[in-house]
């Protein structure tokens, strides 16, 4: 069975993210501080930006050379993984504040 190889742009934006926003929800979840609240929401507005840009950048490149590039369509689909798991934390917080 192969490996699956990603880009390392594309694989340290997901892993950034995903163990920074990670980290964001469980501190708040233990403190429930309202300067985690605020820094987790500026954290995911500058995170959606960076992702968005990431994500364009590596489908653009395997976009450009398919056959040459599949680790750049791949790290493609891996940051858009971020978007369910943040879906989730988001519901996670909401519920918190009963909205």
Not at 48 to 56: A, C, D, E, M, R
Not at 65 to 72: E, F, G, L, T, V
Not at 84 to 91: D, E, L, M, V, W
């Amino acid at each position: 069975m192969k490996n699956i190889k990603f880009s390392p742009e594309g694989k340290l934006t997901f892993y950034f993210s995903f163990i920074l926003g990670t980290l964001l929800l469980v501190v708040f979840l233990l403190t429930k501080s309202d300067w985690v609240f605020v820094t987790g929401f500026y954290y995911v507005l500058i995170a959606v930006v960076i992702n968005v840009i990431i994500f364009f950048h590596e489908l653009i490149f395997f976009l450009s050379n398919i056959s040459d590039h599949k680790a750049h369509g791949n790290s493609a689909l891996l940051i858009l993984l971020n978007i369910p798991i943040s879906i989730i934390y988001f519901r996670v917080v909401f519920n918190y504040f009963n909205l």
